[in-house]
């Protein structure tokens, strides 16, 4: 049983003081040993330098590549025919090889068919408005269509530009 209390007393016990020292100067002593390992290597490396300039010298050998590819007559497969011209001469044969052709005519343009959808007598259609525009307000709008009117198609309708945003004062136009 004795055992027992004075392994009580071993565990709830604070460290003695020199304890703590001892451990404060091992890591102190660790890191002045890693400062010695790492101090005496040069800060600035050339590291750095060297990747610079190979990525210097494969960007100029790719440039001076392509330069070549663009500007000389090669083979690209010989077994099937296929060769490489230069640039300036492929821009020249193709410029005296269009003006070769005519023009072909230019067709109808085929527009999308409106869609036709039946409106209740005296309700009126309209597009929606876009975002940033003002909103008519429900009385110009009914002073603007008859119900007895009839509203014309929208395929006959001609166009005619409306402006962007319409000044107060206006009266709604009618078509």
């Known amino acids: 049983m004795a055992d027992t209390e004075s392994l009580r007393q071993v565990v709830h016990s604070r460290a003695p003081l020199s304890t703590w020292f001892g451990i404060v100067l091992l890591f102190a002593l660790f890191g002045v040993i890693v400062l010695a390992v790492i101090g005496p290597a040069p800060r600035e490396s050339d ?23 663009l500007s000389t007559y090669g083979w690209i497969d010989k077994n099937k025919g296929i060769a490489r011209i230069p640039i300036e001469r492929a821009m020249e044969l193709t410029i005296t090889e269009l003006a070769q052709q005519k023009p072909a005519p ?3 343009i085929a527009t999308p068919e409106p869609q036709a959808q039946p409106a209740a007598p005296g309700s009126v259609q309209a597009s929606p408005a876009p975002a940033g ?5 429900p009385q110009a709008g009914a002073a603007a269509t008859s119900p007895a009117a009839p509203l014309p198609s929208p395929v006959a309708q001609p166009s005619v530009p409306v402006p962007a945003s319409p000044a107060p004062a206006q009266t709604p136009r009618t078509f």
């Open 47 to 69: 590291y750095e330098q060297t990747r610079a300039k190979k990525r210097m010298e494969n960007l100029k050998t790719s440039r001076e590549e392509a330069a070549k590819a």
């Open 106 to 108: 230019a067709g109808p």
């Open 133 to 137: 525009s003002p909103q008519p307000s």
